[in-house]
T-cell receptor, first 114, second 110 residues
Framework: NAGVTQTPKFQVLKTGQSMTLQCAQD?????MSWYRQDPGMGLRLIHY???????DQGEVPNGYNVSRSTTEDFPLRLLSAAPSQTSVYFC?????????????FGQGTRLTVV | RKEVEQDPGPFNVPEGATVAFNCTYS??????FFWYRQDCRKEPKLLMS???SGNEDGRFTAQLNRASQYISLLIRDSKLSDSATYLC???????????FGSGTRLLVRP
């Protein structure tokens, strides 16, 4: 039972490089989201999607793009990496219909930008 | 002011102790409330939802006080395996966007 799968688990980028963090879920959830977690801080919402073809910005969207071509996949693109984007990134998916429902998280991607 | 505030701890307690965490939220329109658990270098996982009437799951009891805008988590008979960071999480509206506190770290010692 895979749940939410993120790749890669670790990545080191040079400033200015671009890359895509992959996220896939096999639970047929409509809602997917990306968060970043920095030391001493809670998870902060980057982008989210309420279904295929629909995306929107969260609290900290600058420097990131997303797309949602299928229900299963929700990749996060870093356009031009900066040291301030060094963080742990979590993808999550949620079954819609009940606001009290659980959010399922991937194992995270630890990104370092040098 | 942070939307969700927690004491970062760490709370260092012996096995068998009872420990309580509090959390405050700033937006009175918040609708859903949760406690998530996060182990070191792992992803957050839902511990329990928090309902207005309070709810219990084994050794864990969650309470919500809407008038004072705070949420609590009580852990009885602490186990070594309870050592983790506990995240207070709020859903502001009927969407699924979650607002996280920075977490309270718990260390349970033998």
């Amino acid at each position: 039972n895979a749940g939410v799968t993120q790749t890669p688990k670790f990545q080191v980028l040079k400033t200015g490089q671009s890359m895509t963090l992959q996220c896939a879920q096999d639970m047929n959830h409509e809602y997917m989201s990306w968060y970043r977690q920095d030391p001493g801080m809670g998870l902060r919402l980057i982008h989210y999607s309420v279904g295929a073809g629909i995306t929107d910005q969260g609290e900290v969207p600058n420097g990131y793009n997303v797309s949602r071509s299928t229900t299963e996949d929700f990749p996060l693109r870093l356009l031009s990496a900066a040291p301030s984007q060094t963080s742990v990134y979590f993808c999550a998916s949620t079954d819609t219909g009940d606001p009290n429902t659980e959010a399922f998280f991937g194992q995270g991607t630890r990104l370092t930008v040098v | 002011r942070k939307e969700v505030e927690q004491d970062p701890g760490p709370f260092n307690v012996p096995e068998g102790a009872t420990v309580a965490f509090n959390c405050t939220y700033s937006n009175s329109a918040s609708q859903s409330f949760f406690w998530y658990r996060q182990d070191c270098r792992k992803e957050p996982k839902l511990l329990m939802s928090v309902y207005s009437s309070g709810n219990e799951d084994g050794r864990f009891t969650a309470q919500l006080n809407r008038a004072s805008q705070y949420i609590s988590l009580l852990i009885r008979d602490s186990k070594l395996s309870d050592s983790a960071t506990y995240l207070c999480v709020v859903n502001l509206d009927s969407s699924y966007k979650l607002i996280f506190g920075s977490g309270t770290r718990l260390l349970v010692r033998p």
